[in-house]
């Protein structure tokens, strides 16, 4: 059978190609905010831990641009970064999370890919960040 359904195999197709293009939901943005703490509490450990101060601010980046705090960032640079964190939210992923060795990879692969596609926009919001702080 596989590690995946095919509904399985859909879902994660269908996050990954919104990823791409930024396309992101309200429910996208609510799995985040009500999750934060389990995402942060993943993102310490294993191949996500060397992300893990990046995985904070896309954290608090969310949290601000939620509030409507922080409006400078571009819909695309949020809508990927939700969309990434939600993916390390879910344990059913490219990899699934509870293969030993493994289960990491593919999240802290996709945090590294988004990181590179926004890294001005996140440098960006550490600046205002600090300046609101």
Known sequence: MGLFSKSDKAKVNGKFDSFKRGNFTSEDTATVLDNTDDILNKG???PLAKFFDDIK????MVK???RKDYKEVPVKTIGMVILVLGYVFFPQDI????IPGLGLVD??????????AVKSDIEDFKIWAKAHA
């Open 107 to 116: 999240d802290a692969t996709m945090v590294a890919l988004c990181l590179a």
């Open 64 to 66: 601000a641009w939620a």
């Open 44 to 46: 310490s450990n294993g």
């Open 57 to 60: 601010t896309m954290c608090a």
């Open 95 to 98: 990899i699934p999370d509870y």
